[in-house]
Each structure stands twice: as C-alpha cells, then as structure tokens.
C-alpha cells in the first residue's frame, strides 16, 4: 500500500483518553492493491476506516468501474446509506480527474476511485494536493494480476522462529 498525506496528530493527541477521537485527515492519499479472488481482504483492511469517517457530515464517493453498489451490502457494512454517494460506468481514463475534482470540494470525507494501471509520480502528486486542499481522503483501489503475483521474486528478509517449527 503506497499512502502519501498528512494526519491531522494534534487533534489526536490533545483528545481525551476516555473518549473516541474523530479522525481528521487534512489530506491522505493511498494506493490499495487487491487480488480480485480475494474481496474480503480489503473489505477487512478498508471498512472500519470507512464506517468511521461515515460519523462526519461529508459524503462517501464511490467512483466504480462497472459494478454498482448494493444497498443491502452498504447497510449490511456499517455504511450510513444516506451519505453514500456512487458513480459507475467511469472509464478509467476520467477516473483520476474526478478524483481530484471531488477531493478538492472538500464535500467528501473519502473519495474511492478504481484504476487499471499504476499512477506516475505527477498523478499522486495531483492527487495528494486535492486531498490536502478538501482535506479528504483518496483511495486509489488497483486490481493486482494473480499471475504476476505467481512468477514474481520478492525480496525481503526471512525471519525463522522456534514457535513455529
């Protein structure tokens, strides 16, 4: 996951501990790979994010490609239905523009929008400065090819444990 933005600490920080602080984002972009064989990983990972913001007065932007959101599955989700605002048919090549159109209102607590290809560093930038300007957030969902997954040589550090062996 690629997240580039600011998180507004000092409203978190001089929150009392009792109580449950509101999330205030003056601006968050993030890229969110996903296999599509595997939905309820990212419902997992992004929807207590979306249930919380779902408290603000904003609207929630769904920017899909084809598919069209189920109310049952948004009221089934913990998603205020009322403030769910959902746009389908966007050809990939408008989505990144409606994003940065709809993050820089400021209407928006998150705006959601699917693209096919990974953004360049001026379409983050782009990004990242309309969802500071509406101090939103932006999720960039990107499908990841299960079969580049198979062939790819990751690199990283091998942790072994005892505990598991």
Known sequence: MYTS??????????APAASHPQFNATGLISEVLYREDQPMMTQLLLLPLLQQLGQQERWQLWLTPQQKLSRQWVQASGLPLSKVMQVNQMSPD???????RALR???????????????TEEEHLQLA??????????????????????????SGLKIHSNLYH
């Open 129 to 154: 400065n309309a969802a500071e300007e509406g101090s939103a957030i932006g999720f960039i969902m990107r499908p990841v090819r299960t079969t580049s997954l198979a062939s790819r040589q990751f």
């Open 94 to 100: 408008t989505t990144l523009e409606s994003m940065v």
């Open 5 to 14: 933005g600011y998180a507004n600490r000092n409203a978190m920080a001089s």
């Open 105 to 119: 209102t400021g209407n928006y607590s998150v705006v959601i929008g699917w693209v096919t290809e990974a953004l």
